[in-house]
């Protein structure tokens, strides 16, 4: 059975073209993601599956060789209508699925189970999914790390468009500058005695009524002779009033970053769960306020998380706070094992977002895509690693507003 197309169709696929995903080259980051799908869900198959037109492409993939297949024969078509999971436990008893060609088979398809790709503003781009040939459930604890590991897939692709729409923004504002550099020797320089002199002309005209020939001529030389002068003025004026438009900036407003942390953590507990891997959750207490865009630091913050729980050992631990230091802080400490084994976390936090992130290529493009997030945020990050303590990285914020040494007193007393 052939899935109908999504209400929102047209602006789904403008979304998901948007973004510039589609064929685009592998990345360890989302290889990742779907060897922890296939690992935690016990599946022979994962995908991140993107539906195109009449095509679902495959980002990444583990257990196919294809790169791409019939939309028209997509389990992942039909997850895309829904909010939540599609979970077919035996496709040969599902009346959508049971003459599939893909199910039809020997050694087809007979577990489904695939959660959307939701981007923030609602629209579903594919599906993480995990298929099996043998017919069978999968358990709450299963159900919820798949969830979240479509989150994680989603929040990586907009991550990655939005570092790149970031550099634009910054381009464009060093051109910004650059034309006011030019506008202000411009003004101040050349074209300052012809205007001085067409002023004197116009004021004498509408003063005495009378037309001064010779004061004329001088002005109509002083324009021919400045003419390219006047139309750069009116070109550079043109490209200040361009280059301050733009929808890719961030969106900042006044947010509690102990609220987004918190929220941050809860979405990558149930990966965590997965793995045996204790998150301590010390972000509480007081509210602290700072200037910034809540959708996109969430998806930073889940993805730091989310790499210590990719990094470190099953049954390790990992403890989250904030609190006041030079500023409102994120505190992240991936914790040393008791039997000394040590997570792999601060080679990844170093190279990908502390030494020269944009140079580095490969699994740590995510937390280079981060970093640059976070220096738009004006954030400070702190990286150390101690042997018996394990790997600790702050993470910290200018204040919303200034604040007096008794109001940051009066918060760490808090």
Request: net charge negative; hydrophobic share 40%.
């Amino acid at each position: 059975m052939k899935a109908p197309l999504p209400d929102n169709e047209t602006d789904r696929l403008t979304a998901l073209y948007g973004l510039d995903i589609l064929d685009s080259a592998p990345e360890q980051d989302f290889d990742d993601i779907v060897a922890l799908a296939a690992n935690v869900c016990g599946t022979p198959v994962s995908l991140v599956t993107l539906v195109d037109t009449d095509r679902q492409w495959f980002k990444a993939r583990v257990g196919m060789d294809l790169c791409e297949t019939s939309r028209d024969l997509s389990f992942c078509a039909h997850a895309i209508l829904g909010e939540d999971l599609l979970v077919v436990p035996d496709a040969t008893k599902d009346a959508r699925f049971s003459d599939n060609p893909t199910v039809d088979m020997e050694g087809g398809i007979r577990l489904y189970a695939g959660a959307p790709l939701i981007t923030t503003e609602g629209h579903a781009l594919g599906t993480l999914c995990v298929i099996d040939n043998e017919p069978r459930q999968l358990d709450i604890e299963q159900l919820q790390a798949l969830r979240a590991l479509a989150r994680q897939v989603t929040s990586q692709i907009e991550m990655r468009r939005h570092a790149i729409a970031l550099a634009n923004t910054t381009a464009r504002l060093q051109e910004l500058e650059r034309r006011k550099d030019d506008l202000a020797n411009l003004v101040g320089g050349d074209l300052r005695a012809p205007l001085r002199l067409m002023s004197s002309y116009l004021d004498k005209l509408g003063s005495t009524g009378m037309h001064d020939a010779e004061m004329a001529e001088l002005v109509g030389r002083a324009t021919a002779g400045h003419i390219r002068g006047f139309l750069d003025l009116l070109q550079h004026l043109t490209t200040m009033a361009e280059v301050g438009v733009g929808s890719e900036s961030l969106h900042m407003r006044q947010i509690d970053l102990t609220r987004v942390t918190q929220r941050a953590v809860e979405a990558v507990r149930p990966i965590a769960a997965t793995k045996q891997i204790w998150i301590l959750n010390q972000a509480g207490g007081p509210a602290l306020p700072i200037i910034a865009d809540p959708v996109r630091l969430e998806q930073v913050l889940t993805h730091l998380l989310f790499a210590a729980v990719k990094y470190t050992p099953s049954g390790g631990r990992v403890r989250v706070g904030t609190e006041i230091e030079s500023g409102p802080t994120v505190r992240l400490d991936d914790m040393d094992m008791p039997d000394g084994i040590r997570p792999e976390l601060f080679p990844h936090l170093y190279y990908g977002a502390i030494a020269h992130p944009s140079e580095i290529p490969g699994p740590d493009r995510g937390l280079a895509v981060a970093k640059k997030i976070l220096d738009a945020h004006h954030a400070t990050v702190a990286l150390a690693d101690r042997p018996g303590d394990g790997t600790s990285l702050h993470v910290v914020f200018p204040f919303a507003q200034p604040t007096t040494a008794e109001q940051i007193a009066d918060l760490v007393a808090a």
